[in-house]
């Protein structure tokens, strides 16, 4: 089933961890229309835009959240975010793209490190009700998480 011209709903919750444990992934209805507009509103632009867009994580069932460690309330398990990368673009470029051009509710630039194009990847969700428009950077530092503000350019960080 395709819910955008070049994202289908098995890229959304394809999750090895899933198959590995024989964890249910698939969302209802409901989730299923939410998929569609994350893909329609941020992941085909961005396809659109640079050509390509590999996901490494879309739909987390609950169950699925709790086997991996992520929150069950994390924005995955309400099929309103995506992790993703465009192969060979930096990821600070990709997650100032989207800033810029596309309207979204979070976007975090996660465990990137400046010089490092490669490094980390972006996680950007989109809900249609009063989207947050928060820009965050997530790095680790003394074995924590910690979120940052992205003021202007992720190109600025250092
Ligand atoms: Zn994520």
Same mark, same amino acid.
């Given at each position: 089933?395709?819910?955008?011209?070049?994202?289908?709903?098995?890229?959304?919750?394809?999750?090895?961890?899933?198959?590995?444990?024989?964890?249910?992934?698939?969302?209802?209805?409901?989730?299923?229309?939410?998929?569609?507009?994350?893909?329609?509103?941020?992941?085909?632009?961005?396809?659109?835009?640079?050509?390509?867009?590999?996901?490494?994580? /879309?739909?987390?069932?609950? +169950? =699925?959240?709790?086997? %991996?460690?992520?929150?069950?309330?994390?924005?995955?398990?309400?099929? &309103?975010?995506?992790?993703?990368?465009?192969? /060979?673009?930096?990821?600070? +470029? =990709?997650?100032?793209? %989207?800033?810029?051009?596309?309207?979204?509710?979070?976007?975090?630039? &996660?465990?990137?490190?400046?010089?490092?194009?490669?490094?980390?990847?972006?996680?950007?969700?989109?809900?249609?009700?009063?989207?947050?428009?928060?820009?965050?950077?997530?790095?680790?530092?003394?074995?924590?998480?910690?979120?940052?503000?992205?003021?202007?350019?992720?190109?600025?960080?250092?």
């Amino acid at each position: 089933m395709n819910l955008t011209r070049n994202f289908s709903l098995l890229e959304l919750t394809k999750s090895d961890t899933a198959i590995r444990k024989g964890i249910d992934n698939n969302p209802n209805a409901d989730q299923v229309e939410k998929l569609k507009a994350l893909c329609e509103n941020i992941l085909q632009p961005v396809r659109d835009h640079f050509g390509r867009v590999k996901v490494t994580s /879309g739909f987390r069932s609950v +169950e =699925l959240c709790t086997a %991996i460690g992520s929150s069950a309330n994390s924005q995955h398990a309400k099929a &309103e975010a995506a992790d993703f990368e465009c192969p /060979g673009v930096d990821n600070a +470029e =990709l997650a100032d793209w %989207i800033h810029k051009n596309l309207s979204y509710d979070q976007l975090i630039l &996660e465990f990137y490190t400046p010089g490092e194009p490669n490094s980390g990847w972006i996680h950007c969700s989109w809900i249609s009700d009063q989207p947050r428009a928060s820009y965050l950077h997530a790095f680790k530092s003394e074995g924590k998480t910690k979120y940052k503000p992205i003021i202007g350019s992720a190109k600025d960080l250092v």
